[in-house]
Nanobody
Framework: QVQLVESGGGLVQTGGSLRLACAAS??????????MAWYRQPPGKQREFVAA???????NYADSVKGRFTISRNDAKNTLYLQMNSLKPEDTAVYYC??????WGQGTQVTVSS
């Protein structure tokens, strides 16, 4: 059984930066062999895709975050990251880590003030 724990959320002003982390425990092999992703759920809206990274490091991003967010992974530490720069109020959401296809973290709140 895999557990995912996100950290790094918080309150930041427009234009600021945050770095989210997602630590995986329970099955190191599962982490290394699977793609991972970040999703977010803005207030009152459905969960949406943010970024993904494959087991070999290929990445893709939602258009709304391209050029501002960077997803990365450290397989030695079983940890997924999301570097978020130039944050906007519309980035305010609960951010979730996903170990594809089935595992989800509990979420971390990111609030960007205008």
């Amino acid at each position: 059984q895999v557990q995912l724990v996100e950290s790094g959320g918080g309150l930041v002003q427009t234009g600021g930066s945050l770095r989210l982390a997602c630590a995986a425990s329970g099955s190191a092999g599962t982490f290394r062999l699977n793609g991972m992703a970040w999703y977010r759920q803005p207030p009152g809206k459905q969960r949406e895709f943010v970024a993904a990274i494959s087991s070999v490091g290929s990445t893709n991003y939602a258009d709304s975050v391209k050029g501002r967010f960077t997803i990365s992974r450290n397989d030695a530490k079983n940890t997924l990251y999301l570097q978020m720069n130039s944050l906007k109020p519309e980035d305010t959401a609960v951010y979730y880590c996903n170990l594809q296809p089935l595992y989800w973290g509990q979420g971390t709140q990111v609030t960007v003030s205008s």
